[in-house]
Nanobody, 117 residues
Framework: QVRLVESGGGFVQAGDSLRLSCAASGRSISTWNMEWYRQNPAGEREIVAGISGSGGTKHYADSVKGRFTVSRDDAKNTVYLQMNNVKPEDTAIYFC??????????WGQGTQVTVSS
């Protein structure tokens, strides 16, 4: 079993930066693909970014390319989402997801990001 805890959310202004963290416990996630999702106030959920187990492959939603960066620190069993130049449309609850493949998938409880214009 893996427990994921997101942190780092908050209330910021447009143009600010924010770094979200997703700390895993229970087992190492160093070889697992990890993803960040967000759910907007309308309840729509979309994938924001993903990073492979090796860290060598990353992908981003078009809406965040060039502004967000996903990374991981396997020594800390943690994945990050660096958010730069945030916009009001980035307002959402941000979740991380661990793809354990045959071990299943695991989700955190989410962290709220609110961006004012």
């Amino acid at each position: 079993q893996v427990r994921l805890v997101e942190s780092g959310g908050g209330f910021v202004q447009a143009g600010d930066s924010l770094r979200l963290s997703c700390a895993a416990s229970g087992r190492s996630i160093s070889t697992w693909n990890m993803e960040w999702y967000r759910q907007n106030p309308a309840g729509e959920r979309e994938i924001v970014a993903g990073i492979s187990g090796s860290g060598g492959t990353k992908h981003y939603a078009d809406s965040v390319k060039g502004r967000f960066t996903v990374s991981r620190d396997d020594a800390k069993n943690t994945v990050y989402l660096q958010m730069n130049n945030v916009k009001p449309e980035d307002t959402a609850i941000y979740f991380c997801r661990a793809d354990g493949q045959i071990r299943g998938e695991f989700w955190g409880q989410g962290t709220q990001v609110t961006v004012s214009s």
